[in-house]
């Protein structure tokens, strides 16, 4: 069955340096891969996607991520933490036009001033 | 900007009872979304509408039913909550082109006693 993990279930970091999250994915053939923010009290909103092409996908909010099909990897990534960064993240992937939509189980990210 | 509400933040309901879950979205969107949020689990499709009286199962809906009778406005039911009903639940939109382009509202959190 398709799949999306995120080993980390929570990641601290001092504002200022930089940041990784990692996701990994389970997919017959190459997914629709996203990245999900959700700041406390919120929503999720949209902070990239990947369908094909360029494997590094840039998205909102200064965060890019990498796409790795030889390591099943799409993690995501920032140069430089602001505290306003805190929040859940959810990483999520799927097949065409909404099949197997599947979102992982989210990692929380908390920044230290 | 695309605006996703929902009826209540914070709900607390009895066994047994009904439960309605309002969701509006203003930007005329074709798509609409339950989701169910628990914690290690991620976000879990319960059902999902493509147009007016259209809807279509998700992961699971099993103890939910839904209605869609104005294009802005999905509701979710729970005919007779039980307490593992007891979560955070997530309305979204989006274009029919865009699927994976969803707006999500603020979401209820639900705990049935």
């Known amino acids: 069955a398709q799949s999306v993990t995120q080993p980390d279930i929570h990641i601290t970091v001092s504002e200022g340096a930089s940041l990784e999250l990692r996701c990994n994915y389970s997919?017959?053939?190459?997914?629709?891969l996203f990245w999900y923010v959700q700041s406390p009290g919120q929503g999720l909103q949209l902070l990239l996607k990947y369908f094909s092409g360029d494997t590094l996908v840039q998205g909102i909010k200064g965060f890019e991520a990498e796409f790795k099909r030889s390591q099943s990897s799409f993690n995501l990534r920032k140069p430089s933490v602001h505290w306003s960064d805190a929040a859940e993240y959810f990483c999520a992937g799927g097949d065409n036009y909404g099949q197997n939509f599947v979102f992982g189980p989210g990692t929380r990210l908390s920044v230290l001033p | 900007d695309v605006k996703v509400t929902q009826s209540s933040r914070y709900l607390v309901k009895r066994t047994g009872e009904k439960v309605f879950l309002e969701c509006v979205q203003d930007m005329d969107h074709e798509n609409m979304f339950w989701y169910r949020q628990d914690p290690g689990l991620g976000l879990r499709l319960i059902y999902f509408?493509?147009?007016?009286?259209?809807?279509e199962k998700g992961d699971i809906p099993e103890g939910y039913s839904v209605s869609r009778e104005k294009k802005e406005r999905f509701s979710l039911i729970l005919e007779s909550a039980s307490t593992n009903q007891t979560s955070m639940y997530l309305c979204?939109?989006?274009?029919?082109?865009?699927?994976?382009?969803?707006?999500f509202g603020p979401g209820t959190r639900l705990t049935v006693t």
């Open positions: 509408s493509y147009d007016v009286k259209m809807k």
């Open positions: 997919y017959g053939a190459t997914p629709y």
């Open positions: 979204a939109s989006s274009f029919f082109r865009d699927y994976y382009e969803q707006y």
